[in-house]
């Protein structure tokens, strides 16, 4: 039997904490809650995008507050996004949709074999080679490799991003590499008297362990994990969703759904795809 729409987004705020008695109130509790989501945002996307959790509204707990509003959730999460990230419990990047981006260490491995990437320190050289980063991005990539983790505000400077349009190429290549699983966030530093400098480095410094584990699940295995996790948290959602959120191409997207489909992990409906477990 097919649920309400109203019962549905009921579902889906409790599995994204967006109620009070799971309100998130610790850097502990933002770790589990990363956790058992998977995969979230920082913020909230705007509406009539794919749907997918946020680490705010969990802190809210469902009593979301205007986000450029300066208050004690914002001081919080401006904390433990980067202390989570210094400490290796996330992963903490410009992933989804180009937005700061949280993904479990349980998660990482699948989209890391989905990457293209060959678990190599050099990679970026192949990568670039192959047409998939720029080559403001592999400067980027070099420096790291030769200097090892570096606050953004001196990578800026030293790899040779300055003059007209300087800062606009960095942030762009470094969104680029965050989106490519190449170069994750690590931690903050203070720089001078202006705000924290967040540090950078080559993922696969920070997090060996994924990559090392990420050579043993194979690329469909990978895309049904993603995708069936995915589900879990939206409840319900479409195949364009989830093709638009991870820019998957329609045949996989399809070939994986009809995967999942098969298992009996999700069932068709009203156009909707929904998680079997969701369903009375």
Same mark, same amino acid.
Request: glycine share 8%; proline share 4%; aromatic share 10%.
């Given at each position: 039997m097919m649920k309400k729409k109203s019962e549905l987004q009921k579902l889906r705020d409790r599995k994204a904490y967006r109620i009070l008695s799971l309100k998130v109130k610790t850097e502990v509790e933002a770790a589990q809650f990363i956790h058992d989501v998977g995969f979230c945002l920082l913020f909230p996307l705007d509406r009539g995008t794919p749907l997918l959790p946020s680490l705010y509204d969990a802190v809210c707990g469902g009593q979301r507050r205007l986000i450029h509003d300066w208050n004690e959730y914002? *001081?919080?999460?401006?904390?433990?996004?980067?202390? &989570?990230?210094?400490?290796?419990?996330?992963?903490?990047?410009?992933?989804?949709?180009?937005?700061?981006?949280?993904?479990?260490?349980?998660?990482?491995?699948?989209?890391?074999?989905?990457?293209?990437?060959y678990g190599d320190l050099e990679d970026y050289q192949q990568v670039y080679e192959e047409?998939?980063?720029? *080559?403001?991005?592999?400067?980027?990539?070099?420096? &790291?490799f030769e200097k090892g983790p570096t606050p953004t505000v001196r990578l800026k400077r030293e790899a040779g991003f300055r003059g007209k349009g300087g800062r606009t190429r960095f942030e762009r290549a470094l969104k680029e590499l965050q989106r490519s699983l190449l170069v994750v966030n690590a931690g903050v530093t203070q720089e001078g008297s202006s705000w924290p400098s967040i540090i950078v480095d080559l993922l696969l410094r920070v997090h060996p362990q994924v990559v090392k584990k990420s050579g043993k699940i194979p690329e469909e295995n990978a895309r049904r994990k993603i995708a069936r996790k995915y589900f879990d948290i939206a409840v319900a959602s479409t195949a364009k969703d989830l093709s638009q959120l991870l820019g998957w191409k329609k045949e996989i997207v399809h070939e994986t759904l009809q995967s999942l489909l098969k298992k009996g992990v999700i069932l068709s409906g009203d156009g909707d795809l929904y998680l079997s477990s969701q369903i009375d």
């Amino acid at each position: 039997m097919m649920k309400k729409k109203s019962e549905l987004q009921k579902l889906r705020d409790r599995k994204a904490y967006r109620i009070l008695s799971l309100k998130v109130k610790t850097e502990v509790e933002a770790a589990q809650f990363i956790h058992d989501v998977g995969f979230c945002l920082l913020f909230p996307l705007d509406r009539g995008t794919p749907l997918l959790p946020s680490l705010y509204d969990a802190v809210c707990g469902g009593q979301r507050r205007l986000i450029h509003d300066w208050n004690e959730y914002m *001081q919080r999460l401006w904390t433990w996004k980067d202390e &989570l990230a210094a400490h290796k419990k996330v992963y903490f990047g410009k992933f989804f949709k180009g937005r700061p981006s949280f993904i479990s260490l349980q998660m990482l491995p699948y989209f890391y074999t989905l990457s293209g990437n060959y678990g190599d320190l050099e990679d970026y050289q192949q990568v670039y080679e192959e047409g998939r980063i720029t *080559q403001d991005a592999k400067r980027i990539c070099e420096f &790291l490799f030769e200097k090892g983790p570096t606050p953004t505000v001196r990578l800026k400077r030293e790899a040779g991003f300055r003059g007209k349009g300087g800062r606009t190429r960095f942030e762009r290549a470094l969104k680029e590499l965050q989106r490519s699983l190449l170069v994750v966030n690590a931690g903050v530093t203070q720089e001078g008297s202006s705000w924290p400098s967040i540090i950078v480095d080559l993922l696969l410094r920070v997090h060996p362990q994924v990559v090392k584990k990420s050579g043993k699940i194979p690329e469909e295995n990978a895309r049904r994990k993603i995708a069936r996790k995915y589900f879990d948290i939206a409840v319900a959602s479409t195949a364009k969703d989830l093709s638009q959120l991870l820019g998957w191409k329609k045949e996989i997207v399809h070939e994986t759904l009809q995967s999942l489909l098969k298992k009996g992990v999700i069932l068709s409906g009203d156009g909707d795809l929904y998680l079997s477990s969701q369903i009375d």
